[in-house]
């Protein structure tokens, strides 16, 4: 079966987690680490480190300060700052059931003393604990350009009030604090609908793409010059079920293999944004800058699986070009590869490869975890968490 010939991958450790975790539970944290968060309140760090002269995984709890025994957690995110600013900056929102209602919590843990802004055992200690009066979903962290400041990284939190919520650093206060969307984010106002998930990306000429997707299947996206901010032009479509994954991505076309006299034709990088929902299929609408969301393809057979929970745009092949990967509650992974025909407005995405887990797929990341310059692919499931190495590692490994 050709699926099974082309999958690049071989299970390296799967760690299995006290309860279970949901879509938003897990995050990088630094370059070579992940933090997975579980409903009853506990978070897994999770590292490749040296044990008797081998590379070995290792998963351990991580203590965080301020969430209490009985609490859920809903969403976990981390970022490094910006430079010139030094630190590791962890979110978790999580929901405390005393009985008679339910509370919901934004901490944000960061240590501002010299020599601990990376110790993640320093950090979880150094927390700043907000109440919130929304629940939150997705939490998302972006660097945003501002005029004569150089790039800051912000905290983005989604909803049930059908808003964005906006956490910047108060340097001088050595803490976070909440702030109007609009001023850096004028694209995330007047929302249609609750939030489910939101992707951003810088394009050249100081601009971002920003998309998200909501609750009652609306997506919407939005070309906006930073220095501004001010939004140049937005699109939205609906669709007909929540939408689980928005994801920006740039591809790589050439138009023609040779041009006359034999130069070679320049390549062209445009845009694209992958939508998963949880009943129609996956689809990609091609060259948003240009077309907004009226060029669409849809991923065939992403919908034979039940819902798509997860998605990554990634070169896993290493030829330059990338693929999409989609994570379903019906427990498979799917790889999609881009067949170019044609001019670049053609062409589709064939489904190449999958693979069959045990229980449903979360979420997927993309990382180096062993520091070898090859990336693993971490798939969080509702057991727990595999380890994926590329054939690569088993070729060059001892």
Same mark, same amino acid.
């Given at each position: 079966?050709?699926?099974?010939?082309?999958?690049?991958?071989?299970?390296? &450790?799967? &760690?299995? @987690?006290?309860?279970?975790?949901?879509?938003?539970?897990?995050?990088?944290? !630094?370059?070579?680490?992940?933090?997975?968060?579980?409903?009853?309140?506990?978070?897994?760090?999770?590292?490749?480190?040296?044990?008797? =002269?081998?590379?070995?995984?290792?998963?351990?709890?991580?203590? @965080?300060?301020?969430?209490?025994?009985?609490?859920?957690?809903?969403?976990?995110?981390?970022?490094?700052? &910006?430079?010139?600013?030094?630190?590791?900056?962890?979110?978790?929102?999580?929901?405390?059931?005393?009985?008679?209602?339910? *509370?919901? @919590?934004?901490?944000?843990?960061?240590?501002?003393?010299?020599?601990?802004?990376?110790?993640?055992?320093?950090?979880?200690?150094?927390?700043?604990?907000?109440?919130?009066?929304?629940?939150?979903?997705?939490?998302?962290? *972006?660097?945003?350009?501002?005029?004569?400041?150089?790039?800051? *990284?912000?905290?983005?939190?989604?909803?049930?009030?059908?808003?964005?919520?906006?956490?910047?650093?108060?340097?001088?206060?050595?803490?976070?604090?909440?702030?109007?969307?609009?001023?850096?984010?004028?694209?995330?106002?007047?929302?249609?609908?609750?939030?489910?998930?939101?992707?951003?990306?810088?394009?050249?000429?100081?601009?971002?793409?920003?998309?998200?997707?909501?609750?009652?299947?609306?997506?919407?996206?939005?070309?906006?010059?930073?220095?501004?901010?001010?939004?140049?032009?937005?699109?939205?479509?609906?669709?007909?079920?929540?939408?689980?994954?928005?994801?920006?991505?740039?591809?790589?076309?050439?138009?023609?293999?040779?041009?006359? !006299?034999?130069?070679?034709?320049?390549?062209?990088?445009?845009?694209?944004?992958?939508?998963?929902?949880?009943?129609?299929?996956?689809?990609?609408?091609?060259?948003?800058?240009?077309?907004?969301?009226?060029?669409? *393809?849809?991923?065939?057979?992403?919908?034979?699986?039940?819902?798509?929970?997860?998605?990554?745009?990634?070169?896993?092949?290493?030829?330059?070009?990338?693929?999409?990967?989609?994570?379903?509650?019906?427990?498979?992974?799917?790889?999609?590869?881009?067949?170019?025909?044609?001019?670049?407005?053609? !062409?589709? @995405?064939?489904?190449?490869?999958?693979?069959?887990?045990?229980?449903?797929?979360?979420?997927?990341?993309?990382?180096?975890?062993? !520091?070898?310059?090859?990336?693993?692919?971490?798939?969080?499931?509702?057991?727990?968490?595999?380890?994926?190495?590329? =054939?690569?590692?088993?070729?060059?490994?001892?």
């Amino acid at each position: 079966m050709m699926f099974r010939e082309l999958y690049p991958f071989v299970e390296d &450790s799967f &760690s299995r @987690f006290p309860s279970q975790s949901n879509i938003y539970g897990l995050c990088q944290a !630094g370059e070579q680490e992940l933090l997975a968060a579980t409903l009853k309140g506990k978070v897994v760090s999770f590292t490749y480190q040296e044990l008797q =002269h081998k590379i070995r995984p290792v998963a351990k709890e991580v203590q @965080f300060t301020y969430i209490p025994v009985d609490a859920e957690i809903v969403s976990i995110d981390a970022f490094n700052k &910006s430079p010139p600013k030094r630190g590791l900056v962890v979110g978790i929102t999580f929901i405390k059931d005393s009985g008679d209602k339910a *509370t919901p @919590f934004l901490n944000i843990y960061c240590d501002y003393e010299p020599g601990s802004e990376f110790n993640l055992e320093s950090i979880a200690q150094s927390c700043l604990n907000l109440e919130l009066q929304f629940t939150p979903f997705q939490l998302y962290h *972006t660097e945003v350009q501002q005029s004569g400041d150089g790039g800051e *990284t912000v905290f983005l939190l989604s909803g049930h009030d059908q808003r964005i919520h906006l956490y910047k650093e108060n340097a001088s206060l050595h803490q976070f604090e909440e702030q109007p969307v609009e001023r850096l984010f004028p694209e995330l106002q007047q929302l249609p609908s609750n939030v489910l998930w939101l992707d951003m990306l810088s394009v050249a000429g100081g601009r971002r793409l920003s998309a998200f997707g909501c609750q009652n299947g609306c997506v919407g996206l939005a070309l906006v010059d930073q220095s501004g901010p001010e939004v140049l032009q937005s699109w939205q479509v609906q669709l007909d079920s929540p939408i689980s994954t928005v994801r920006l991505f740039p591809l790589t076309c050439q138009p023609e293999p040779q041009k006359p !006299g034999g130069e070679k034709s320049l390549e062209e990088e445009s845009y694209h944004l992958l939508v998963t929902s949880t009943i129609e299929m996956a689809v990609v609408y091609r060259d948003v800058q240009e077309h907004g969301l009226s060029h669409s *393809t849809c991923l065939s057979e992403s919908d034979q699986w039940d819902a798509v929970l997860c998605a990554l745009v990634i070169d896993l092949d290493f030829d330059g070009q990338k693929e999409v990967l989609l994570g379903t509650y019906g427990q498979e992974l799917l790889c999609y590869k881009f067949q170019p025909a044609g001019s670049r407005r053609d !062409g589709h @995405f064939q489904l190449v490869w999958r693979r069959s887990f045990k229980s449903p797929l979360l979420s997927i990341i993309y990382l180096d975890l062993t !520091g070898d310059g090859l990336k693993e692919l971490a798939v969080l499931t509702l057991k727990g968490l595999h380890i994926l190495q590329s =054939h690569q590692h088993c070729r060059s490994g001892p």
